[in-house]
């Protein structure tokens, strides 16, 4: 019991201050950490080798089909599967009194198309919705289960037929006959989404269409259930029937979060899968009696947070970081046009802007604009003079101001010339639109309004000569372009 | 398969638990009762406003919250117990919401990625601190009715039983104090939220309620079976009416039919008496749909032959 102490403490910690106390437990009896990780990684042991190879497969299996589930909206239909199974178990046991992993197959498979033909049965008949039909189908059904165990377990062959491994999970109580039959299903799994790829594409997300098609949509739909049934019930010896579900839900949402393509997240969500499963057997085999299904979800799940936090195009904090970055670019922007309306007061003197002036037009206090000067010199668009009063453009900065204000009287003029807006309507919008305008719409613009020089205010647009040349004295007033 | 079923034998199923065992059967079934009505009004209101996989969700992770609340407090306190199930049911509530809200995780992926990490994690927990904690994971399964004969006894009768019917009571109270707020928020939140009855703090307060009602209940039943409670008998009075007092009278009937068949059921077949009690509410839930599914064919056929005559 000695590394899972380790393993647990980091996350213990972040929830208790006063968990250690608390964490100090049994005397050590088993090997050492690094003894066990070198046997998990040297493959030394063949049942080990064994359970890992049910891992892989049974990540593979449940990340393939969960990604048509999550798609689906169908996440909860695993768990109600996962859960209603149970007695389809248990009869499978009392078939011969043995683990014979093709009964119980037969038997939770038999039970499991049971509960979903119960499900839809209770949502046609009665006025109950389907959330509450698959949790009324779950719960009873599981509970028929936790009878015919409980009843088993007074039998002289039940009490150590390892049955109650099934609640939890236990991957090292695989043993070949039980990774032949995963083996088989996920192969099945494979072929059926390999070659009904475009069929299940359909499906997942427009059944209707597929339908006024001709595609076999009802077959496709009955066959993935049977898939995911079995799938289910072969991962349960390694996951357990709570958490079974998690491993049909979690590494498709996190490939959700990565990509768009459905063939794409299937692909990440078989890896993601895969590398759970793994994730899981290691930790609980690092614990030696530690059931396996926990681990691999709490695997599952911490990648499932990072993804969620930093996944590159919808992570929460990804998307933060590129909102906060958006409103300060949009605040340099302001700044730098208030700069140039000022410059454009003074009729473009050589001379800089000063502090104050800047907090005038845009009604800050001088110390904010301070921070703005700061920031704008900290990305070398302006330069403050050594008494620290005068701004000055660099041509960067120069170019960038220009470019805003075209944007700017541009759209105004658009509105007013083109969408025959009024003249004092335009300028919130074209506040706004200034800093999303692209290269291309620009010269669009420049195009359609006949290569403008004035805007509706009568104010000149600064063109594409006076945003290159240097920041001294600009073309205004004469024709240009691009 | 003759040993499967223990010898059946009228007496020790019928007669026995009300006489000379009624020291240990009849507060297991008034348990099992308490149980399933305080579970069974709640779960009417869960049902009505199609959250009854919330309280899937909630139930699984009360049990990190359990954990979590035994490592801090070191014992099994009342006060403990609850702080820690009001705080995993908040927290998969916050969950839930934070992440089908803030990513394109639809609420179904949403609810099944928060709660089982959320089990998981209870699992885990109780798995490494094992000596700790004296909560084992069989007991979160099935959950243990006999447990309460070794359970202390305070003004007469075992302490289980007195905070389960403090929790029912507290659960009747409420309904028939705010009937008003619930009814209108369950059926229409918007109008609800037009006459100033706040329907986001109704919510709070039912998952609230709830999480208290799923960690009384969850030592004797377990975390799974406590969905049945949940969810049978609102389920079942509202396949037998449209009313909804009469299906909050009608879900208690259902508690005490369950509670008394689930006795019966656990001694002739001879498994886990909590088990059996939602086995008993399953085959009440069945008659209450032939019922129903009766009487809709009569309305067909009266329909038919009004057609017919006219």
């Known amino acids: ?117 119960t499900v839809s049965a209770i949502t046609r008949t009665t006025r109950l919705k389907e959330d509450a039909a698959m949790g009324l189908v779950l719960s009873s059904f599981y509970a028929i289960g936790i009878c015919l165990i409980g009843m088993i377990q007074r039998l002289p062959s039940g009490n150590k037929s390892g049955i109650d491994k099934f609640l939890f999970g236990q991957a090292a109580a695989m043993n070949g006959h039980d990774i032949t039959l995963m083996a088989v299903t996920s192969g099945l799994t494979l072929l059926f989404v390999t070659f009904g790829y475009r069929g299940l594409l359909t499906l997942s997300f427009h059944r209707a269409f597929g339908e006024s098609l001709g595609l076999p949509m009802g077959f496709l739909h ?6 995911i049934s079995f799938a289910v019930v072969t991962a349960m010896q390694a996951v357990g029937v709570v958490l079974v579900s998690a491993m049909l839900i979690i590494p498709p949402a996190t490939a959700c979060l990565l990509t768009d393509r459905l063939h794409r997240v299937l692909i990440l969500s078989a890896i993601i899968g895969i590398a759970t499963a793994v994730f899981g057997a290691f930790f609980s085999f690092l614990g030696s009696n530690l059931p396996t299904g926990p681990f691999m979800v709490l695997a599952g799940s911490l990648v499932f947070t990072m993804t969620f936090l930093f996944s590159p195009k919808q992570g929460w904090l990804t998307r933060l970081w590129r909102q906060q970055t958006q409103k300060c670019r949009i605040e340099r922007e302001n700044t730098l046009k208030a700069m ?23 009604r800050e206090p001088l110390e904010q604009i301070r921070q703005r000067s700061d920031d704008l010199i900290r990305q070398k668009l302006a330069t403050l003079t050594e008494d620290g009063s005068m701004l000055h453009f660099t041509p960067e900065g120069w170019r960038k101001a220009s470019a805003i204000v075209r944007n700017h009287r541009l759209w105004e003029l658009y509105l007013t010339n083109i969408m025959q807006y009024g003249a004092d309507h335009v300028h919130d919008d074209a506040e706004k639109i200034e800093h999303v305008l692209g290269e291309d719409t620009v010269r669009q613009l420049e195009r359609r309004l006949d290569f403008p020089q004035t805007d509706p205010h009568g104010k000149a647009i600064p063109g594409a000569r006076d945003i290159h040349a240097a920041i001294a004295k600009p073309n205004l007033g004469k024709p240009t372009g691009y | 398969m003759p040993d499967l079923l223990p010898p059946f034998d009228a007496h020790r199923v019928f007669v026995a638990p009300w006489t000379t065992d009624l020291p240990t059967y009849g507060w297991m079934t008034l348990m099992a009762f308490l149980v399933t009505t305080a579970c069974g009004l709640v779960g009417n209101y869960l049902i009505l406003r199609r959250m009854a996989l919330v309280g899937d969700a909630i139930s699984h992770s009360v049990l990190p919250g359990l954990a ?46 928060t709660f089982c990490s959320l089990f998981a994690l209870g699992v885990v927990l109780i798995n490494v601190f094992a000596s700790k904690v004296h909560l084992d994971a069989e007991c979160v399964l099935y959950g243990e009715l006999s447990h309460l004969a070794l359970a202390e006894h305070s003004l007469g009768m075992p302490v289980p039983v007195l905070v389960m019917g403090g929790v029912a009571l507290i659960v009747v109270v409420l309904i028939v104090l705010f009937y008003k707020e619930l009814l209108i ?6 109008l609800a939220g037009s006459q100033g009855f706040a329907p986001g703090k109704m919510h709070l307060a039912l998952m609230a309620s709830l999480s208290i009602v799923i960690v009384a209940a969850f030592e004797s039943v377990g975390a799974i079976l406590v969905i049945a409670m949940l969810i049978l008998p609102g389920a079942t009075a509202q396949l037998l009416s449209t009313r909804l007092p009469i299906c909050l009278v009608l879900s208690v009937l259902h508690a005490a039919v369950s509670a008394i068949g689930g006795l019966h059921l656990s001694l002739i077949l001879g498994c886990p008496m909590a088990a059996a009690v939602v086995v008993a509410g399953t085959l009440l839930f069945g008659v209450a749909w032939a019922i129903s599914w009766m009487r809709q064919r009569a309305r067909t056929i009266v329909s038919d032959i009004h057609a017919v005559v006219s």
């Open chain 2, 185 to 190: 928020t369950s059926f229409d939140a918007l």
């Open chain 1, 1 to 117: 019991m000695r590394f899972p102490k380790t393993v647990v403490l980091p996350v213990i910690w972040l929830l208790l201050t006063n968990a250690a106390h608390a964490a100090r437990i049994g005397d050590l009896t088993e090997t050492s950490i690094t003894e066990q990780a070198l046997r998990f990684f040297t493959f030394s042991d063949p049942s080990l080798r064994l359970a890992l190879l049910g891992c892989i497969l049974l990540g593979l299996n449940c990340g393939l089909l969960g990604g048509f589930v999550v798609v689906r909206r169908m996440s909860l239909v695993g768990d109600t599967l996962s859960h209603a199974v149970l007695p389809g178990v248990a009869l499978g046991f009392l078939w011969n009194h043995t683990k014979d992993p093709l009964a119980i197959l037969i038997g939770a498979t038999l039970v499991g198309c049971l509960s979903m033909l």
């Open chain 1, 340 to 362: 140039y309306h000022l410059a454009e007061r003074y009729g473009f003197r050589e001379e800089g802007i000063t502090l104050l002036e800047l907090a005038n037009t845009r």
């Open chain 1, 222 to 227: 009955h066959a993935m259930m049977l898939l």
């Open chain 2, 68 to 113: 979590v609340a035994f490592l801090i407090s070191g014992k099994l306190t009342l006060p403990a117990m609850l702080a820690g199930a009001l705080g995993a049911g908040l927290i998969t509530t916050f969950l839930i919401e934070f992440l089908h809200t803030r990513s394109r995780i639809k609420a179904d992926a949403a609810i099944g990625i």
